[in-house]
């Protein structure tokens, strides 16, 4: 290994993955280094890729029965939870049901394995079949710099590895990037949250007939207010094929602040009665967390390229979660994706300076990645104060509890249960400004 | 559903080298400045793994054998008592999810 490569990709996710497939089909040779045994061992996530961009990856992937995804989603329903309430946005359509899905539940060590495999075809079929490769059970150090350009890669036994450049896809503990100066050695709390997840299995027919679903259709349903005990957040549940997906995200900071264990918090969320009517039967198989970036952008790094290198995924932070959906994975496929195409670009013009990298960050900048960030943050900023995950919840609970009680009485009319419920939690105007700043932001 | 400890929940988690009798631990806590200086001591209730505990006395004492890898203490700690690397593949901890 002493030749120098064109490309090392760090990090065998669905960034790294899918930079490796584009340089694959590009015939530019690379090595990709992942430190787990296998894709997706390191791996958490919440649960649903988003968007079309896996039809781009890997054309027709519904059409094999063995495609690493869970479900494709047809069913979103957002609840607001009090502690003994839920009140759902539901919407089911079969407009979802033909392919390109718009959203499919995943379980990482599961999907990034074969994501893995399908990146080695394409390997094998490319003029690099003999050059390119997907490295296991190594871990990279740090990163090798001469004068501010990164040029290799140290890897665990001390092993260097010289390259043209660096593809960074190293995940949100993004110590590389770190490395490089792109990022404070120390990231805060303040932007970040904690994931914590449980995969609970239960007999196939029971799941697919308690969620009403129907072949390969799945449910992904999440939650606001009492599910995360006052702390900055939400809960989701996901159907994969025969397990759920349940589990919470919350804000690191006011967690600290609140003094919550996660995983208590969690233990209430799965207990609330309509949630645990959602549950039961079900066994526990396994129970992860992670680190999540927020969707806030002054978390991300100072720059995304440099000399030699590119940073993608969340490494480089790229997630948003403006109240519609947590799109971070389809973030990963969509950047790896462009930081693979600007490579290729950098090989044909010969130059892995900044300067040619620089249309790396020009290509996220036009894309919907960086569009919607940028077009959001109001939103991710207005749904992370309390009005939102503890009032509006609580507002919704009680409207419904009022409106959906029949009693043999004359009947209060609607405005008027609605003035009643608002000014048990909140004050009319204060409801007013949200509402006013709800419009403004989503 | 039955209730989970965090010792069920950990009991069903798969950790590399687990057959290993020398593991080379991937953080580094300095739990002097737990002791003396954090006004929180996060760590204690922050970590999804449970980590970090409190003795009787009060004190902070750290494990990694249980780590889960999943980042939060090295941004929940800001005290700067917490040297956080990915453990090695050969000779280090960590985990390898099932699910994911």
Redo the contacts between chains.
């Keep these: 290994m002493d030749d120098k490569l064109t490309c090392i990709i760090v990090g065998g996710g669905i960034a790294g993955l899918s930079a490796a497939m584009i340089l694959a089909q590009k015939e530019v040779p690379f090595i990709l280094i992942e430190r787990g045994s296998y894709s997706g061992a390191k791996n958490v996530s919440g649960g649903v890729l988003w968007g079309t961009d896996l039809a781009r990856l890997v054309p027709g992937y519904w059409k094999d029965e063995q495609a690493g995804f869970e479900r494709f989603v047809n069913h979103r329903r957002l609840t607001f939870l009090d502690e003994q309430s839920a009140f759902s946005i539901d919407f089911k359509s079969s407009h979802f049901d033909e392919p390109p899905y718009m959203g499919v539940t995943v379980l990482r060590a599961i999907f990034d394995r074969w994501l893995a495999d399908k990146v080695q075809e394409a390997i094998d079929k490319s003029a690099c079949a003999e050059e390119s490769f997907l490295a296991y059970d190594v871990l990279v150090e740090r990163l090798i710099m001469e004068d501010d350009r990164v040029v290799g890669v140290e890897v665990s036994g001390g092993e260097t590895l010289y390259a043209d450049c660096v593809i960074l896809a190293e995940g949100v503990n993004n110590l590389l990037t770190r490395q490089a100066g792109l990022q404070e050695s120390y990231v805060p709390a303040d932007y970040m949250a904690v994931g914590v997840k449980e995969i609970i299995r239960m007999d196939q027919r029971v799941l697919e007939d308690r969620f009403q679903l129907s072949g390969r259709s799945g449910m992904a349903n999440e939650f606001i207010g009492h599910a995360t005990e006052g702390v900055e957040g939400g809960g989701f549940l996901y159907t994969n094929r025969n397990t759920l997906s349940v589990g919470l995200v919350l804000g690191m900071a006011d967690l600290r602040d609140k003094v919550k264990k996660p995983y208590e918090i969690l233990d209430t969320f799965k207990s609330h009665p309509v949630v645990a009517d959602m549950l039961r039967g079900g066994e526990v198989v396994e129970y992860s967390a992670h680190v999540v970036s927020t969707g806030d952008m002054r978390a991300m790094p100072r720059e995304i390229y440099g000399d030699g290198l590119l940073i993608t995924g969340e490494a480089a932070n790229l997630l948003l979660n403006a109240g519609k959906a947590i799109q971070g994975m389809d973030f990963a496929m969509h950047s790896g994706i462009l930081a693979a195409e600007t490579v290729a670009e950098a090989r044909e013009a010969g130059d892995f300076s900044r300067a040619t990298l620089q249309r790396y960050r020009k290509r996220l900048e036009e894309s919907y990645v960086l569009t919607n960030m940028r077009n959001f943050q109001d939103a991710v900023r207005f749904l992370h104060q309390p009005a939102m995950f503890e009032t509006m919840p609580r507002v919704a609970c009680d409207f419904g509890r009022s409106f959906f009680t029949v009693e043999n009485r004359s009947m209060p009319k609607i405005r008027h249960i609605l003035r009643d419920v608002v000014r048990r939690h909140t004050r009319p105007l204060d409801m007013l400004k949200l509402m006013y700043k709800a419009w403004r932001s989503l | ?1 039955k ?2 400890s ?1 010792a069920d ?2 009991g ?2 798969n950790y ?1 080298n687990q057959g290993r009798s020398q593991v080379k631990p991937h953080i580094l806590v300095n739990t002097d400045i737990c002791n003396s200086v954090c006004p ?1 001591k ?1 760590t204690t ?2 970590c ?3 980590c970090y505990t409190l003795d009787e006395e009060g004190r902070v004492h750290f494990q990694f054998e249980d780590c ?5 203490c ?3 700690c ?1 005290q ?1 008592a917490v040297d ?7 000779v280090g901890r ?7």
Aim: some cysteine; glycine content about 10%.
């Design positions: 559903m209730k989970l965090i929940r950990l069903l988690v590399r929180h996060c209730y922050v999804p793994a449970n889960i890898e999943c980042g939060t090295m941004y929940a800001d700067g956080w690397h990915y453990p090695d593949p050969e960590g985990v390898n999810w099932n699910y994911g």
